[in-house]
């Protein structure tokens, strides 16, 4: 970010006669830490919150007390959380501490949510400078990605060889660097990126012509209408006298950009978050901008939340022995004044079905020897792939459970896309497992809607199943009946489709399911389709190799109970 490193000591605290009464009704109950937090008003101030310290609270209280006694208008106010939730949350808590107070213009959301508040705002400018009529339209994600779909195609490509998910994410990289498709074609070092760059343009292209923005436009979108228009950013930065931002340690590019922006008139910058807490890097998020906080603000003021509200002494001091690890961090110390709490647990396992009946045997022990409800029971872990092991010993043991922010193992996509090839080959009247192998995996690339309508009146004619239609098509085929009409790209398709089925229906009874798993994602190019430069592919491509894993488990057990229901 070419930032100059400098050793920086933040300011002396108040002195004695300048520090508020912390008799007041909006400093009761919180620490002195936190008063600080609170009465601080000049200048830019960086919180370290630690887990549990009570941030919200801080959050909540400043406003209300630059409200109540520092006597700003409501509508000078810039306070930006993630969420809308969270916003929310906020925005209630203050409207309780401040009974009676008109709160009208108070500015709290999140990033994007004040960048609709900009471009709305300024419909002449935004027609004019970045050609967006009033009415533009705000893409969602399933939006965005059919839109990604579409530009693949336009730009020559197949949707099935280059993935528009992973495209989009590419895209938003960029858009969150600042990066013009342009400026992203100018930098490409290698054929993907010129594929991506091609596909950026194109993306570009007809988001313009659907007059409609994506979220990382809600972003950038604003940062071109004040370089266009230094007089509106002028008024934004007049209006911005104090600016709070949460979870400042997940902020990117794009918003460190903005929010720098903004707060160079009057400089209050309040900042909340914590380094030790930051995990979305993968979404570009830029720890720098909190740990070079004070290199930006060498006149900044730093107040450490240490004391944790939530957690057992023991847990307090566990969680500081491990974040001390971490090698960007700003230092500080945990601590509570909680009881002691019972000693924390760990168990090394040899496997993830150990495991999961040691975690079964543990929930049960909890719900019979303490009458713990299994309401108040989560069991946590790092990859959705290892949710399956669990899954099954919870079904198995009869334990009811849901999972939270998540997809249950056997309903992924990537995980129901190859149990289809192995549902096919066990029933090949599965018509349903056949039409998701068509739609889903590279082997039915280029077969359509009319191609499987013309198969199914072959089917319906020889009275045979579908996949014999396809079947038809391979090399070694009885030659009793001719297949289907198709011609072109179809019939090579088919082709295609019908001589792996045939492959691997040679095979089926003379491998482990495991080798045959290994031998579907391989002729169907399924293996192959996962970008494993990306986390999001790379978490999927690991829930297939949990379900192979699962195969493996499966081998010798009767056929009838070998593939999952």
């Not at 190019?525 to 690991?542: I, K, L, T, V």
């Amino acid at each position: 970010m070419g930032r100059e490193m400098q050793t920086i000591s933040a300011p002396n605290e108040d002195s004695v006669s300048d520090r508020p009464d912390p008799s007041h009704e909006l400093l009761r109950g919180l620490n002195p830490e936190q008063q600080r937090a609170v009465t601080t008003v000049s200048g830019p101030v960086l919180v370290v919150a630690g887990p549990g310290s009570g941030k919200t609270r801080v959050l909540t209280h400043r406003i209300a007390w630059l409200i109540e006694v520092e006597r700003v208008p409501p509508e000078r106010i810039l306070a930006v959380t993630f969420t809308n939730k969270a916003a929310r949350e906020i925005r209630n808590r203050i409207e309780r501490l401040l009974a009676g107070h008109n709160l009208a213009g108070l500015t709290m959301g999140t990033f994007h949510s004040f960048g609709v508040r900009v471009l709305r705002q300024n419909p002449g400018l935004v027609a004019d400078r970045l050609g967006l009529l009033p009415n533009f339209l705000i893409y969602d994600d399933a939006d965005q990605l059919e839109l990604a779909k579409r530009a693949v195609q336009e730009t020559g490509l197949d949707p099935k060889q280059v993935a528009p998910r992973r495209v989009l994410s590419r895209i938003s990289a960029a858009k969150t660097l600042l990066m013009s498709p342009e400026e992203f074609a100018a930098q490409t070092e290698t054929y993907d990126d010129e594929v991506i760059a091609r596909v950026y343009a194109a993306y570009q292209r007809l988001l313009r012509r659907a007059n409609a923005v994506d979220f990382d436009d809600l972003l950038g979108l604003p940062l071109q209408l004040f370089d266009a228009a230094p007089g509106l950013l002028t008024n934004y930065q007049e209006r911005s006298q104090h600016i709070l931002v949460d979870e400042y340690q997940d902020t990117n590019r794009v918003q460190y950009i903005l929010i720098q922006a903004l707060v160079e008139r009057w400089r209050n910058l309040f900042v909340v978050g914590d380094p030790d807490q930051s995990i979305y890097g993968w979404r570009q998020a830029d720890i720098r901008n909190i740990l070079e906080f004070q290199h930006d603000f060498p006149d900044a003021t730093r107040i450490d939340l240490e004391l944790n509200y939530r957690s057992t002494l023991r847990i307090v001091e566990a969680a500081d022995r491990v974040i001390r690890e971490n090698s960007q961090r700003i230092d500080r110390r945990l601590r509570t004044e909680n009881p002691e709490g019972a000693p924390i647990v760990l168990r090394e396992l040899p496997d993830g079905q150990v495991e999961a009946r040691f975690v079964v045997d543990e929930i049960r022990r909890l719900m019979a020897r303490d009458n713990i409800s299994g309401d108040d029971i989560a069991v946590m872990y790092r990859t959705g792939a290892q949710s399956r092991v669990l899954e099954e010993a919870f079904r198995t043991s009869e334990i009811p459970y849901r999972i939270v922010g998540g997809v249950r193992f056997y309903e992924r996509k990537e995980v129901k896309d190859v149990l289809a090839a192995l549902r096919l080959l066990h029933n090949p009247a599965d018509e349903v497992s056949l039409e998701r192998i068509i739609g889903n995996l590279p082997v039915g690339r280029n077969i359509g809607p009319k191609a499987i309508a013309t198969a199914r009146e072959w089917a319906a004619l020889h009275r045979r199943p579908l996949l014999e239609a396809f079947l038809a098509f391979a090399p070694d085929a009885e030659p009793d009946v001719a297949p289907p009409n198709l011609a072109g790209a179809a019939r090579t398709a088919a082709i295609r489709l019908g001589t792996v089925f045939a492959t691997l229906r040679g095979e089926r009874d003379t491998r482990s399911l495991a080798d045959l798993f290994d031998r579907i994602t391989e002729l169907t190019g399924y293996a192959a389709s996962f970008d494993h430069s990306e986390e999001e592919e790379m978490q999927r491509w690991a829930n297939v190799l949990e379900l192979r894993a699962d195969l493996t488990r499966s081998d010798g057990l009767p056929p009838a109970e070998q593939l999952p229901t």
